[in-house]
């Protein structure tokens, strides 16, 4: 089987936890892909150059071949479906019931918690910064997002038993509580930082660490 020649387009800095979503589904898959940065910062992903390749003019974008998709969920699951499993690496779950379920933690996780992103940004995550004690609305979120994931997760390593790329987006999340020092249940806290050991998730995070 020809395998594609696949462009992801990132962040300069690598904070984007979208990006990290999409470039981890592609490492994991094993599949040779070139990564180019656009510089968010200075507006790089609004300019002609790359509104021409990106119908949302955001990161990750992937290009294979003369095909190009954004939003990393999106990614996630045609990277997936073109290279299948077993012949790849699987990264969702092969029970129906269960890949959708990963595809609802995925959804909630990009649409819901505002007030943790906005107060616990990714570079808490990426490059070690720390911020002051949550607001009610946030406090009110962290409660809302432990108690799914202690939920979600019951007695199991990983969310559906092995592991898939729900477990790097909500370790993502987590991260951003825990990373700062927030109170975290010890049950997901050790989940945060496995996850964080995972080979993949490492290489995102030595790019991040430039």
């Not at 200075?42 to 002609?48: G, M, S, V």
């Not at 299948?84 to 029970?95: K, N, Q, R």
């Not at 997002?145 to 592991?163: I, Q, V």
């Amino acid at each position: 089987m020809s395998q594609p020649s696949l462009i992801l387009y990132s962040d300069a800095d690598y904070f984007s936890p979208y990006v990290m979503s999409a470039f981890v589904a592609l490492t994991e898959k094993g599949i040779p892909f070139e990564l180019e940065t656009v510089d968010l910062a200075q507006a790089d992903n609004l300019k002609e150059s790359y509104s021409a390749i990106s119908l949302t003019r955001r990161v990750p974008t992937l290009i294979n071949g003369t095909f190009v998709l954004s939003e990393s969920s999106a990614i996630d699951e045609y990277v997936e479906e073109l290279f299948p499993a077993p012949m790849f690496p699987a990264i969702y779950p092969a029970d129906p019931e269960n890949r959708a379920k990963a595809r609802e933690v995925q959804a909630w996780l990009r649409s819901d918690l505002v007030p943790i992103r906005e107060e616990r940004t990714t570079e808490i995550v990426f490059a070690g910064e720390k911020r002051p004690a949550l607001s009610a609305r946030a406090e009110q979120a962290a409660e809302k997002l432990y108690a799914a994931a202690e939920r979600l997760l019951g007695d199991k390593e990983h969310l559906f038993g092995e592991w898939s790329i729900a477990d790097v987006d909500l370790a993502l999340m987590l991260n951003r509580l825990y990373l700062n020092g927030d109170a975290m249940p010890e049950k997901l806290a050790a989940y945060a930082k496995a996850q964080w050991q995972r080979a993949s998730v490492s290489e995102w995070l030595a790019l991040s660490a430039k």
